[in-house]
């Protein structure tokens, strides 16, 4: 069972990889039209969210994982 879940995740992470390589990174909003966020958009959304919850923190996150177009030191966010 746990090698069909390793699988299963393996296949995910692989369909998740290739959807961010062919859809490009945002540079103008289309939150409304299509409800995505820009890098900068979703930066200033988890500072919102950090300062009305002091739950939520912001954290590097894994090195190898980091996404270029978000600060090092927000890569994502915690509960």
Do not use: C
Request: charged content about 30%.
């Amino acid at each position: 069972m746990d090698f069909i879940r390793k699988a299963q995740n393996r296949v995910i992470q692989t369909g998740h990889s290739f959807g961010e390589y062919i859809t490009p990174t945002l540079k103008e909003s289309a939150f409304e039209e299509k409800g995505v966020l820009t890098p900068e958009e979703f930066v200033a959304a988890g500072d919102q969210l950090i300062r009305t919850s002091p739950t939520w923190q912001w954290a590097a996150g894994d090195a190898k994982r980091n996404r270029p177009y978000l600060p090092a030191d927000k890569q994502v966010r915690l509960d």
